[in-house]
């Protein structure tokens, strides 16, 4: 069965520090992968998706994520953190015909 | 005005009642999906739609119905609430066949408290 693990419950950064949030996936066939962040009391927003070709994908925000077919991941990554960019983010998978699976999400705290 | 709409944005209602949430779009997509997220689950999906006349169940579909009224409605009905299905409950739509159709638009979601 298709699983998307995000190991990270929480994370904590500081405020200008690079943030790395990790996405690994189980499934049969390369996917479709994406990343969503949800601001408090917000839905979701789509930061970035992968669905062919060059592996590092730039998405909104200043954030950007490589695809490791190898490792079978979808990391994260922002080089410096802004306090806005505390959030909750989600990695998802289209494991189907259009619909996705979602990991159980990373919270980013950012400090001063 | 935002794409995806959903009404109420908060509800509390007793055990046993019954309740819709009600999804409105405009961005002119097919498809349409309903998810609650739990705390430290993610989100999981109740039921989607892929147009007016396809309905279909989700993973976590038990105690909920839905009615696709519309291209560019979509409601959720829980028939006889109970206090587990206390959570955030949020609607979605995708482009389907004529566009990128897996990438999902979210709107702002339902707090939904059963007592």
């Known amino acids: 069965a298709q699983s998307v693990t995000q190991p990270d419950i929480h994370i904590t950064v500081s405020e200008g520090a690079s943030l790395e949030l990790r996405c690994n996936y189980s499934?049969?066939?390369?996917?479709?992968l994406f990343w969503y962040v949800q601001s408090p009391g917000q839905g979701l927003q789509l930061l970035l998706k992968?669905?062919?070709?060059?592996?590092l994908v730039q998405g909104i925000k200043g954030f950007e994520a490589e695809f490791k077919r190898s490792q079978s991941s979808f990391n994260l990554r922002k080089p410096s953190v802004h306090w806005s960019d505390a959030a909750e983010y989600f990695c998802?998978?289209?494991?189907?015909?259009?619909?996705?699976?979602f990991g159980a999400g990373t919270q980013v705290v950012v400090t001063p | 005005d935002a794409d995806v709409t959903q009404t109420p944005r908060n509800r509390i209602t007793k055990t046993g009642k019954r309740i819709m949430l009600e999804c409105s779009q405009t961005?002119?997509?097919?498809?349409m999906y309903w998810y609650r997220q739990d705390p430290g689950l993610g989100l999981r999906l109740i039921y989607y739609?892929?147009?007016?006349?396809?309905?279909n169940k989700g993973e976590i579909s038990d105690g909920y119905s839905v009615s696709r009224q519309a291209q560019a409605k979509f409601s959720l009905s829980l028939e006889s609430a109970i206090p587990n299905q206390t959570a955030l409950y949020f609607c979605?739509?995708?482009?389907?066949?004529?566009?990128?159709?897996?990438?999902?638009?979210f709107g702002p979601g339902t707090r939904l408290l059963v007592l």
């Open positions: 979605a739509t995708s482009p389907g066949l004529a566009g990128d159709q897996e990438t999902q638009y």
């Open positions: 499934y049969g066939a390369t996917p479709y």
């Open positions: 992968y669905f062919s070709g060059d592996t």
């Open positions: 998802a998978v289209a494991y189907s015909w259009g619909k996705l699976q």
């Open positions: 961005k002119g997509h097919d498809r």
């Open positions: 739609s892929f147009d007016v006349k396809d309905i």
